[in-house]
């Protein structure tokens, strides 16, 4: 599971540092810190903000389907050591 939530970690680290680049392209602060703020920079950036909250959300939604699906794996591999695992009919008929 660490290794799975590092990697996972990793990948939407990743991406936001990726996502942030267009936000501080049109920062005017960026390029020359006493630069006033101007009126279309000040109207825009909540909007893409708001759009690029919603892109990193969906570039990191198979992040978030592989951390599950890590996390099902060790507890299955976990859950077949036990000594009385219970056993795929078992499991069947309980679903029944």
Do not use: W
């Not at 996972?8 to 392209?25: N, T």
């Not at 109207?43 to 959300?57: D, E, I, N, W």
């Amino acid at each position: 599971m660490l290794i799975t939530a590092m990697i996972v970690g990793a990948y939407s680290s990743m991406i936001g540092m990726l996502l942030e680049i267009p936000v501080l392209v049109t920062t005017p602060a960026l390029f020359d810190p006493d630069a006033p703020m101007n009126g279309t920079f000040v109207h825009l950036a909540p909007a893409l903000v708001a759009v690029l909250s919603v892109v990193m959300m969906v570039a990191t939604a198979p992040a978030v389907v592989a951390q599950c699906a890590g996390a099902l794996g060790t507890y299955t591999g976990l859950r077949a050591k036990e000594a009385d695992a219970p056993t795929s009919a078992e499991l069947l008929a309980a679903a029944e």
